[in-house]
């Protein structure tokens, strides 16, 4: 059991660059999440994918924010023309299907836009 | 609108004694419990759950007890080790009408810290 991998780690970027994270979810897992960290506050939700499908967006998705999963396995979240605002930790997670099973989280991608 | 409220950032605890932190939720529609703890520079790992139709869950030295009445839940860590020093996340889900994505609503965190 590798784990939730996410890559980069650590992204520092300039406002107005555009940055892709990519997640490695649990090999099984069907279920994928994103979520955002912000200093002091815990994951808030973003997406999440079924598979290839993506079911949920929060309304924290602004319009620069977009999701992919490819064939129902690994995941990018691509954010065009960055601002400061966005500089947070983002949180990849997955599970099976089970309702009752726990989430597994990856280590997560810090983002810092200079 | 925070659903899920940890009303202490912080809690110092002496190592063999009882640690117990706290969360509150608004949402009744909550039906499902979870505790997460957060290392630095790792993302949170999973600890311990509760669903709605219990009140207590116990696995080894953690226990959570769920009170839907006061829409409250804690997690008791007894004995505390200095190991066990990190942020501890409460998060909550629902399933939104027979169709469960499973998203977790979480709180904003509490940092445990246990002296040796």
């Known amino acids: 059991d590798t784990g939730v991998s996410q890559d980069p780690r650590h992204k520092i970027t300039k406002r107005g660059q555009n940055v892709t994270f990519r997640c490695d979810p649990i090999?099984?897992?069907?279920?994928l999440y994103w979520y955002r960290q912000t200093l002091g506050q815990g994951p808030e939700f973003l997406t999440y994918?079924?598979?290839?499908?993506?079911?949920?967006k929060s309304r924290l998705l602004s319009d620069r924010f977009s999701a992919e999963r490819p064939k129902g396995s690994f995941s990018t979240l691509e954010i065009q023309r960055t601002e400061q605002g966005d500089s947070a930790m983002y949180l990849c997670a997955s599970s099976i299907r089970d309702y009752y099973n726990e989430q597994f989280f990856g280590p997560g991608t810090r983002l810092t836009v200079l | 609108d925070q659903q899920v409220k940890q009303n202490s950032p912080s809690l110092s605890v002496q190592e063999g004694r009882i640690s117990i932190l706290n969360c509150d939720y608004t949402n009744s529609m909550f039906d499902y419990f979870l505790w997460y703890k957060k290392y630095p520079a790792e993302g949170p790992t999973f600890l311990i759950s509760i669903s709605s139709i219990k009140d207590k869950n116990e696995d080894g030295r953690f226990t959570v007890f769920l009170n839907k009445s006061a829409k409250h839940l804690s997690l008791h860590i007894v004995p505390s080790q200095p190991g066990d020093s990190a942020v501890y996340f409460c998060?909550?889900?629902?399933?939104?009408?027979?169709?469960?994505?499973?998203?977790?609503?979480f709180g904003q965190g509490t940092i445990l810290t246990v002296h040796p």
């Open positions: 994918f079924q598979n290839e499908a993506q079911l949920e």
């Open positions: 090999s099984e897992h069907n279920r």
């Open positions: 998060a909550a889900k629902f399933n939104a009408g027979g169709t469960s994505y499973g998203k977790l609503t």
